[in-house]
């Protein structure tokens, strides 16, 4: 969610691993400046210093950056306009009172810019990844057309390989300072997935079907929201954090100050954490597939034989008691003995043998709002 007060954030979510994702961890104002980031804001490297000691390992660090475009405000523009010119693709944006030049990935010019860039960010903040902003969202329609940048005039592809041959060179060089730096960027990009270790997909369609498909392979995080913040999308706002969890995906990123999805974050995350290595299994089918009215849910299957479905209610007020229809060819179950348990936030518990048989295996969900639980449904030894 978005954050005006660090403070406050801490209190509220003192229990929940978290990534922060610092847009004014510089002086210059959003949209404004770029590629100009330094000095660093006053206070904010005390800041997370701070944060660290309360909560030792509790938070990770992302700075943002655009990846993509130079600022008409910005040091670069102002003295040696010639020089951004004579690299950008052409394309120009106009975002609130600053004009960006689009900035060709594909010269060496701008590929160095942003790996100087992504070291001095590493070694002077220190920061566990970085936010890339843009690189995702970019459109082969912006291709570059222009002479002397090592790529045909035109190419379609220049702007994926070349964002390809940057990225590659950005993590080479973050991962000198901090081998487990990370980077992300804007939008879900499947030529980027590898280079990306997450990607924020508040511009996605469909959350659930791209985790669907790479869920595995990048960390997801935001939903999309365009309504107003008022408090009668409440409904809405807890449907998307219930559509995170069960897809997998990092919960929050929304922008909305409504106290319930605030709340029900802080109470899904501790057991997010729990059931993590269930949540990357692989989704057997998309989630519209095996949603109930009220539930959110998603179906995944194990490596040895098991069905594991991720379960969450993101009603404000009513407990719900539904029956569970797994589709047992869906999560390849073979008829035999099982067993079923669930892990809730209030640990695990044992719900005994079961038996499967035919094409559906049913059993009883009951959550209260804003409850989540994990059903593992294990072949017992003798099943083959
Ligand atoms: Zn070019």
Same mark, same amino acid.
């Given at each position: ?266 109470? *899904?995350? #501790?057991?997010? =954490?729990? +059931?993590?290595?269930?949540?990357? %299994? /692989?989704?057997? !089918? ?80 009951? *959550?209260? #709002?804003?409850? =989540?639980? +994990?059903?593992?449904?294990?072949? %017992? /030894?003798?099943? !083959?």
């Amino acid at each position: 969610m978005a954050l005006t007060n660090a403070k406050e954030f801490i209190e509220k979510f003192s229990n929940t691993p978290s990534c922060l994702q610092w847009y004014r961890w510089h002086i210059q104002p959003f949209d404004y400046a770029y590629p100009d980031y330094f000095p660093i804001r006053p206070g904010w490297l005390e800041a997370c210093a701070q944060m660290e000691k309360a909560y030792p390992g509790h938070f990770v660090h992302m700075p943002y950056i655009n990846g993509r475009a130079v600022a008409s405000h910005s040091e670069l523009w102002t003295k040696n306009k010639e020089l951004v010119n004579k690299h950008t693709t052409g394309g120009h944006e106009r975002y609130g009172v600053t004009d960006f030049a689009v900035m060709c990935p594909a010269t060496e010019f701008w590929q160095n810019l942003m790996v100087d860039l992504t070291a001095r960010i590493f070694r002077e903040t220190k920061c566990d990844g970085l936010y890339v902003d843009q690189l995702g969202a970019d459109t082969p329609a912006l291709r570059c057309t222009r002479d002397g940048h090592g790529h045909t005039p035109g190419d379609p592809g220049s702007p994926v390989r070349g964002y390809r041959a940057m990225l590659q060179k950005m993590r080479a060089e973050a991962k000198k300072i901090n081998p487990d730096a990370f980077l992300t960027t804007e939008f879900f990009s499947e030529p980027l997935v590898g280079l990306c270790d997450g990607f924020l997909t508040w511009g996605s369609k469909e959350l659930s079907l791209t985790a669907y498909v790479y869920g595995e392979y990048a960390v997801l995080f935001g939903h999309g929201r365009t309504a107003p913040i008022d408090e009668q999308y409440t409904r809405m706002d807890c449907a998307m954090v219930a559509d995170e969890f069960v897809a997998g995906a990092a919960l929050g990123w929304m922008m909305t100050q409504d106290p319930n999805p605030h709340a029900y974050i802080k109470k *899904l995350a #501790p057991l997010r =954490a729990k +059931v993590a290595s269930y949540l990357r %299994l /692989p989704m057997v !089918k998309p989630i519209a597939g095996t949603q109930t009215d009220h539930f959110w849910t998603s179906l995944r299957k194990g490596d040895n034989g098991e069905a594991v479905v991720i379960a969450t209610n993101p009603q404000t007020n009513d407990t719900l008691t539904e029956t569970y229809e797994l589709d047992c060819q869906a999560a390849g179950l073979k008829p035999g003995k099982y067993r079923l348990k669930a892990i809730t936030m209030d640990g695990e518990k044992d719900l005994g043998p079961q038996d499967v048989s035919g094409d559906a295996f049913k059993f009883q969900v009951r *959550l209260e #709002p804003f409850e =989540a639980a +994990v059903y593992i449904l294990e072949p %017992l /030894p003798g099943l !083959k």
